[in-house]
Nanobody, 119 residues
Framework: QVQLVESGGGLVQPGGSLRLSCAASGTRFSMYAMGWYRQAPGKQRELVAIITSGGSTNYADSVKGRFTISRDNAKNTVYLQMNILKPEDTAVYFC?????????????WGQGTQVTVSS
């Protein structure tokens, strides 16, 4: 079982920056692929960025060059550095932990943190 708690959301002006954090409790954090997803009002949840257990990263085209995902396995934490924020980045951001075991898949979600980009 993994519990995820996001923090760092808030209100920021266009062009500004925020850093989201997701603290995980439980076991074997380093084995999980960690991802950030977001959901804007009236839209489906979408993948923003993902980092594998080995440290490989992948980003949605809309955030490439602006967002950076990273992880600190010693602190059981994954981060999302968001720069040059745009109004269209406004959404609830969710942290996800995902592990495909030999028998079943384990996936967990945080409660989400609101990011609002507005002047």
């Amino acid at each position: 079982q993994v519990q995820l708690v996001e923090s760092g959301g808030g209100l920021v002006q266009p062009g500004g920056s925020l850093r989201l954090s997701c603290a995980a409790s439980g076991t074997r954090f380093s084995m999980y692929a960690m991802g950030w997803y977001r959901q804007a009002p009236g839209k489906q949840r979408e993948l923003v960025a993902i980092i594998t257990s080995g440290g490989s990263t992948n980003y949605a085209d809309s955030v490439k060059g602006r967002f950076t995902i990273s992880r600190d396995n010693a602190k059981n934490t994954v981060y999302l550095q968001m720069n040059i924020l745009k109004p269209e980045d406004t959404a609830v951001y969710f942290c996800n932990a995902d592990y495909i075991g030999s028998v079943r898949r384990y996936t967990y979600w945080g409660q989400g943190t609101q990011v609002t980009v507005s002047s």
